[in-house]
């Protein structure tokens, strides 16, 4: 039960917001940004984001050139250049919001590795600029095999290397630390331990159905819109969603002396990545080894892919190199049977953006911008 005191000032707001990651927060500072004045209230049901914004290996990634040519195959030339704009478009405009400092953001672009088969992509490279440059204004892609003695990885992905010089790193708690420190200073309420379990809507507006972990009771809320950013958990609230979860695993290494390896690197389609940060290696990915057993939104690990990660990292990163491991950990992603976001109302007071392929620091930013239209404009 609430008291009076609660009911009165704790269960009336202008906008309701499930999920407290990137596109979450992001939403929220978009609504304050319109309507100052509103009370936008953001519900977590975990101490912190339950998916992959504070679990992610901190790539501001536009996709690597084998990635995109794997996506050209399934995909229209629109839509591929498209979705690189909004990932660009995304990145530009979180960077812009908080600042390069803030983040952590150094723009270093990146590196894709190259097995004997994949050695024909270089040949397409001029292809994909074409189609890419009215974005860019510049070659996205370039060979860069020059480098490749100096870093001294192992085969098979040693044959050759492309640039990507669109790509950055950013540190992923700052970032998040930042979002949530913006947003509450201008006003946005954040509430943790809240589960939505469903809402009811009319004319007027929306009761939100929120259990309170602590007390074990339902919470009711009301607001004139709510808006569901909960990525790869969405179908716990909208069943028939085109989202598939996928798990995505990380490993990373305790600080290795004279560590030569810098910067950021991709492989395999872009479903491996790794890259150095505080003299330690961060290496993630392996999902495509069993799409199956990572379709899930459970975030224990699986010993197959950290088993694949550990022979990797030991072969074709670190050859020559001692290390060990310090932590090991699992974000969970959203897939669908396109790589195009999900931004739509559901219904006239009920929003989402979700579905954000594993690139939610890049798009994270556009998709809140786009969701603040769709109410802006109901």
Known sequence: MLSYWEQESFTRYHHIIAGSGIVGLSLSIELKERYPDARVLVLERG????????????????????????????Q???DVAQLFAARRAGLAKLRSRLGDDRIGYTEAGSHELLSEQQLPALQRLDYLNQLLRPITGTDAYRPAHHRLTDMGFGAPYNKGLIENTC??????????YALMQLATSMGVEIKTGATITGWDEDTTGVRVHVTDSH??????LWSQTLSLCTNAFTRNLLPGEDVIPGRGQVLITDPIPNLKLKGIYHFDR????FREIN??????????????GETT??????????QDLDEKLRTIILPHTPYTISQRWAGIMAFGTTRQPIVKAISPRVYGAYRMGGMGVALGSMAAAQLAGLIENR
Do not use: K
Not at 215 to 220: D, F, I, K, V, Y
Not at 270 to 273: A, E, K, S, T, W
Not at 279 to 292: A, C, K, Q, S
């Open 76 to 78: 229209p030339e629109e």
């Open 167 to 176: 790509e950055g790193a950013l540190n992923t708690g700052m970032m998040m």
């Open 215 to 220: 007390r074990g009771s339902e919470w009711p």
């Open 47 to 74: 101490l912190l984001p339950t998916g992959a914004s504070t679990r992610n290996a901190g790539f501001a990634c536009m996709g690597s050139a084998t990635e995109l040519l794997d996506d050209l195959q399934h």
């Open 297 to 306: 939104t459970q975030m224990s690990l699986s010993e197959r892919i950290q």
């Open 270 to 273: 872009g479903y491996y990545y």
């Open 279 to 292: 003299g330690r290696v961060l290496f993630g990915g392996g999902r495509n080894t069993d799409f199956e």
